[in-house]
């Protein structure tokens, strides 16, 4: 992308636009938030104990999804071109999962959180660590 070039960061209001139009945006606090077909958003972080691994909580539903990028070990959420390049064609929407659990009855559900439950953990893809087996000495 050429925005520098053709002068369209001129100011902040500049850079909300062409950010809008991408269906991006950032809160005063640098967070992340992404606009679904339907017109709502979704909140944006990295999985902090997955490699590549990005949720997404949607603002409405309280639903949380995962995104696993193959191709980068390290998303930087801090830089627009990253967020231009990652989301800008819509494609994350098709591609992200939804997060379940399953319940003591065994029923599986999606899993829901708060914002600030949201915002607040390490992380919750990491599969995990297999007990080691007892050895016979």
Do not use: C, H
């Not at 065994?106 to 995990?128: C, D, R, V, Y």
């Amino acid at each position: 992308m050429k925005l520098e070039d053709d002068n369209k960061l001129r100011d902040q209001r500049s850079l909300d636009n062409i950010r809008n139009k991408y269906g991006i945006r950032r809160g005063l606090d640098g967070r992340v938030q992404l606009r679904r077909r339907s017109g709502t958003w979704v909140s944006v972080r990295l999985d902090m104990e997955v490699p590549g691994a990005i949720l997404l909580r949607d603002t409405k539903t309280e639903q949380v999804y995962a995104l696993e990028t193959d191709s980068l070990p390290q998303v930087d959420l801090s830089d627009d071109y990253v967020l231009f390049m990652m989301f800008s064609d819509g494609q994350w929407e098709d591609d992200m999962t939804p997060i379940e659990f399953e319940e003591d009855s065994g029923k599986a559900e999606q899993l829901k959180m708060s914002e600030k439950e949201f915002q607040s953990f390490i992380g919750i893809l990491k599969e995990p660590e297999e007990e080691p087996s007892s050895r016979r000495k």
